[in-house]
């Protein structure tokens, strides 16, 4: 941890750490500080800084914890981890300089949507399963893994924070357990909360569990007002599945909340089922990036592959006599939605959105995106942050396909707008007019 002098003033008026960090606002809060966003005076990258109070940490007996975050993040470096970049410290503060991942929690996007999509959800939880992997394969357990310790990039690539409660595989006692009881109870496996100790790998996979459950229902699976009556849920493995999880998803979220750590699933078990290799990147849809890559990635155009088929379940959700989304997500339908059937291919689909992009003059860029297939975001900020638009393309039959075209992000009067000026004037000689009325089967 390197010592610096307290911040300066740079002629501006702005706060500049170490001569090396112009600090911004304020984008986050924390039990012991804040979170700045910052710029990197000598190559303009933005960064976020976490200022945490030594005066606090010392308080509550967390010096130790803090001390290991910075060992921890330190040794795991994975493209679905926040990236620690350096350490410094004052007198009275600590500063963390870490990598500034803009899409906010994943808990965030879940809760806006009422649930994510089973290919979405999935492409989330292989990123969650290799960066979790990678940590203990270098002995390292999280052991607070929870959606609002999840992260999103602007690509929509799962990011993993916070390690302050995890552990190092010398922690572990001469029975090769770990013994500390800690995380989230909602999140937490039940031989955490026994007394005869726990390995923090099957643990951290519990909690996986319970994420992917959340990602795919929209709330958790143990739950109850009594923190009592829910342990004991937790301890039986006390849960349901909602009717709209696949048999796979449901036979895998089984085999993660087991109850008995002895019998639960594997990583090396897990990542072999097929549920869990599956693609569903349609044509036409970037695919979601690699451990490794960034940045974008051409379209994907290979032979012979093709738009993710439309179920029962999809055709159910997109027929507004038969919307059960109310029964699901609280009761209330999700609006900022537009559907239309299509004889062109997919590609064709793309290339008019990217179309539309190069329309507006740059304002908009077509990105990939692993939650959703195709997406459009703004370059500039509206009244509710850049207005994003993602299209998800299904095929109904050989020659059919079905386009979902949603708010992601923004205000509902710019997308309405957006919509009626720019998108629906270049889909609209695509779109399938049926013989009856020569109308476009738009909604």
Known sequence: MEEVPPPSQSSEGRSVLHGRYELGRVIGQGTFGKVHLARNLLTG???AIKVVGKEKVIQVGMMEQVKREISVMKMVRHPNIVELYEVMATRSKIYFVMELVRGGELFAKVARSGRLREDAARNCFRQLVSAIDFCHGRGVYHRDLKLENLLLDDQGNLKIADFGLSAFAEHVRPDGLLHTACGTPAYVAPEVFGKKGYDGAKADLWSCGVILFVL??????????NILAMYKKIRRGDF???????SDARRLITKLLDPIPSTRITVGKLMEIPWFKKSSVPKG???????????????????????????AFHLISFSDGFDLSPLFVGGERREEEMRFATREPASVVVSRLEGVAARTAGK??????SMTGVRLEGEQRGRKGKLAIAAQIFAVAPSVLVVAVKKDGGDNLEYQRFCSDELRPALKDIMWASSSDGQAAAP
């Open 240 to 246: 349901r599945c909602p009717p709209w999880f696949s």
């Open 216 to 225: 795919l229902a929209g709330f958790l699976p143990f739950h109850d007002e």
């Open 45 to 47: 990258k933005s960064v």
């Open 364 to 369: 908009y860029r077509v990105t990939k995106s």
């Open 285 to 311: 849809v970037p695919a979601p990036a690699a451990a490794g890559e960034s940045g974008d990635r051409e379209w994907a155009k290979k032979d012979g592959e093709e738009p993710e088929t439309l179920n």
